[in-house]
Structures are given as C-alpha cells and as structure tokens.
DNA sequence: CGTAAATTTGAGGTGCATCAATTAAAGTGG
DNA sequence: CCACTTTAATTGATGCACCTCAAATTTACG
C-alpha cells in the first residue's frame, strides 16, 4: 500500500461480490454465480479514497489491480514542463492499474491516479492475476473486452486533440461522460433533468483535452450562453444532445460495450 | 474482400507460418512449433499491397484479422472536417483488425488501413477467431498483451497531442518509429549509419502528431540543422539520439514488449 | 518522359496560451 | 455554525506557436 495516500479499509461488512451493483460492468462480469465467492477470495479489501486523493503515482510499484466501485477518478500522467494528460477518466466498475513499464509483476505504473470525489474501490494483488486466469481462463476474453474499450476511447481522444478545435473537443468530452454515467443507470444520473453529478473542474477537463483551464471556461460560458448545456456546481446538465453530437462528432454507439468474439 | 483495394494473394509457395521471420512479434508467438501446421490452417492467406493503397476503409465490414507481413501501414480515422488522424504505424508482426464498432462479428472497422509502401498481408476471417480460442486459449492472454501495448503508445501519443510543442512530438516519433524498426533487426535497420528506411512522408507525421505537414517540414528542417538527424528519400538517420530522447521524453523501455502475466 | 505527388519557402492570420488580478466557492478548524 | 484558508471560477489584455494560403521546385512513378 502506498503511504502517500490516505487510503483506508471500509468498515465491515465489505459488499459481496455476488450482490456487487457494478457486476455487470466489471471484470468478473462473466464468471459464473458459483464461482463469485471463490473469487472474493482473491480480493485485498475494499478501500475509500477521500475527494481529490492521489491513490499510486506513476512509477509506484504495481502491487494492485484495482475496480472502482463508486465515484470517480482520473489515470494521469504529468510532464517535466508541469503539463499533465488525463488519460482516463474511471466510473463504476472500471478495472485499472495493470499497465506496468516493466517485464513481469515487478513493474511500476505507468500513469498516476486520483479521485475526483470520494471514491470507493475493490483491490486484488497483481500477484494473484495468473491464479485467477487459472482458476477462471474466460477473464482474459472478457480483460480483451475491457481493453479493446479502453483503447477505443483512447483512439477517439487522440483523434480529438490531433483533429479538432476546442469546441469540438469539449462538447466530445461532455457527451462521452454523460453518457457513461447514464449507461449505468444509477443515482448519479436524473433523468427528469437530464443530468448528472459532475466532478472534473475545469482544470480536468483542460488536461484531458489539450487545453488550458482558461479556454475550456470560455467554450463552457459559449455552450451555456447558447443553451446547450448547463454546468455548475457539479452538476452537468445537457439542455441539447443533437447539437452537441453535431458538433463534438459524437455517437454513443462507440461507447457501448463491444464483446470480442 | 473488399474490392476498393487492390489486394492480390501472393503466388505460390506462401511462407509457413512456422518459418515466418516475425513470429517472435505476432499473435501466435507462444503457439506451440507442433500446433502451428494447424493454425496455419485457419490463414485464409498472404497478399500484397501496392505503396500507397487502401486496404479497407473505415466501416468497412471486418471479415479478416491481420498480420503485417511485410512493410509498412497506418491505420487513420477521416474526420468531417478534412482532417486525418493517424492512430497506430504499423510494422511487420504487428496485428489489426480486431476493433469494431459493433457487437459481434458482423460489425464494420472503426478505422480505415493504408500501406505506406509495397506490403505483405496475412489475413484469416475474423469468423475462425473463436474457434482459433478455442484451439489455443493461451491466444487471449497474448492478445491481451498486443492490446496492451497498443494501448500503451497510444496513450503516450495522446500525451503528445495534448502536453507537447511540435518539436517534442516530432522527436518523439521519429524515435518511437526508429526504435521499433530497430528492435526487429531486420534489413529495415542500417547499423554503420544508424539509420532505418522510412516511407512515412511529411504529411503522414503530420497527421500523426496533428500539425500541418508545412509545419513538421520547418522542424525537420530545424533538426537537420542542428545536427540531430537526416531525413531524406525515404530514410531516416538519427544523428543525435541523446538530445532527441531528452527533447521528445522518449524512453526506449516503453516501447518494449510487456508480459501481462 | 510526362504527370502527379511531395517537398520547399514565404507571407499573413488566428486559435489558443499565458499572465495578472478579482470574485466565488469549497474545504477546514475552532 | 462561523471565520479562515485554499482552491476553483471568472474576466481582460497580450503574445506566439502553429495554421492557412499560394506558388516554386524537386522527387516519385507508370
């Protein structure tokens, strides 16, 4: 455990893994009922991690591979020049932290992570995963599966800071959020407003995008100046879809789930 | 087959996929010497591509996987705008064709695939992947570690695009490209003058980092004054590793194969 | 050898960064 | 719950890194 953060053990009792609200998004997604309490042995513990706290940095060695299970947090990686990428942005039964720079379970990560909000994670040791694969050789289809997602929303970030300008970008950025947190269908979405709990600041969403916090303000006082979207206080709300998928280039197929066979 | 492209199957005799000169780079790496006759039986086969030429298209219906045999390709993402994104170079070994965007094997590539000079294709029909699984399952774990790679450089050029100047991303991916060809030591790779052949041209690097190819031939430029390498006809010679590495904050260790186990 | 594609060079424009300073909001301890 | 501190949001002014346009030259190629 790394004792730059303030990670701690949630209280007793822990959620099972058969009652976990995030299976269906997770990467024990399919493996079968009986065999969930034989995984939640390999299970470290559940964590919560306060709003705004490093979990590892990059370089910190890899003992865990992690699932949130609430909230939200960011993978990173900062530059000498002070620059910093948000690489991912984590919801709810996202895996991460299997990304080493090294050969073998030796290795360091390679970006750093961070809780935009209080967070709540499962950890298993890395050290574990080939006794799990063994135990249960279907998790590395489905760890494809989450990969190939990855990599896909990675492509259409990399397409939208070479491509694009920064209307289009954020507007991209927006939807993509929106409708991830809405794909889950939990408390974090309302449905009568059209909105969601929304934590990056500013800053974030400028360091996921290639641009300074100053400009993604401007593009954000633009989109409500025009009534397409309302943004304040955490709360993210999208007042007209059509038009902000017209311009961000967005479809939400591309965020769908694929399976890889 | 898509009829776009002007794809012609090599003549007799194919190379056997137990002699392939990449095989220590593909997919079917940690197959068995025994199994291979039997893999080999899933290749649908090899093919040719003229310097240049599309492959496929984005949306194209994905009815193959491949493996670059021979050569060198991109694969791009067109915007609506006019722009191009280049999402991956691809050299010999490496493996495409695997994202779609849609559930199931019917869906369409989500990026279109261009040799940038004469190249050598291996092709089996997406449909025998499962079965291909089902055969050698320890092909997950290395899809896996393919996918991961993959999604290593791309996060790396996402932290291009979005932190660095042009100078630093071109640095970069001279160097990322350098060393990749290198690291096959094949005839691509010159050692007395440290240079490799490379067909990408301005434009293609361009499109690669997301700056105007005008711009990438003012850097180049500047890079060949100062002595760092020499870029012309097609080769590339690196004259000035060191301070490139230092510019581009290229690690040679981050392109290296990892093992996911 | 002829045509298309890529490279090269210059001039001018702009989208976004940077700097600086104020206001508002969120977090913290008494 | 309020005073205090820190962090984030906001706004204006200025600058530059890179883009766009345009045209000449060289290289690649059937």
């Given amino acids: 455990m790394n ?48 709003a705004r706290e490093i979990l590892f940095q990059e370089g910190d060695t890899a003992h865990s591979l992690y699932t949130l299970f609430d909230g939200w947090m960011i993978l990173f990686k900062t ?47 890395t050290i574990r995963l080939q006794a799990m694969i063994e135990k249960q050789p279907q998790l590395t289809i489905r760890l494809s599966e989450m990969e190939m997602h990855d990599m896909t929303l990675c492509q259409y970030h990399l397409i939208g ?18 409708h991830r947190v809405r794909l889950q269908r939990r408390g974090d979405y ?9 934590p990056p ?30 943004c304040q206080g955490k709360r993210l709300t999208i007042l007209d879809e059509e038009t902000l998928m017209d311009i961000g280039q967005f479809d939400p197929g591309m965020i769908l789930p694929k399976s890889l066979i």
Avoid at 110 to 115: E, F, K, P, R, V
Avoid at 163 to 170: A, Y
Avoid at 190 to 198: L, M, T, V
């Fill in 161 to 178: 800071t070479g491509c694009k300008n920064s209307l289009e970008r954020i507007a991209f950025l927006l939807l993509e959020l929106f």
């Fill in 201 to 230: 600041t500013q800053k974030d969403i400028g360091d996921a995008v290639g641009l300074s916090s100053i400009h993604v303000h401007r593009i954000l006082k633009e989109m409500g100046s025009k009534g397409w979207i309302r």
């Fill in 3 to 50: 004792n730059r953060s303030k990670l701690k053990q949630c209280p007793d009792p822990q959620t099972e893994c058969k009652e976990c609200p995030v299976r269906s998004m997770a990467l024990f997604r399919d493996v079968p009922e009986a065999e969930l309490g034989w995984m939640q042995e390999f299970r470290d513990a559940q964590y919560q991690l306060p």
């Fill in 190 to 198: 309302d449905e009568a407003s059209n909105s969601i709990i929304f």
């Fill in 79 to 125: 530059l000498d020049n002070g620059k910093r990428q948000i690489l991912r942005f984590l919801l709810p039964g996202d895996f991460f932290g299997f990304q080493v720079n090294a050969i073998g379970p030796t290795g360091g990560y390679i970006y750093g992570s961070q809780a935009l909000m209080k967070s709540t994670l499962c950890a298993f040791p």
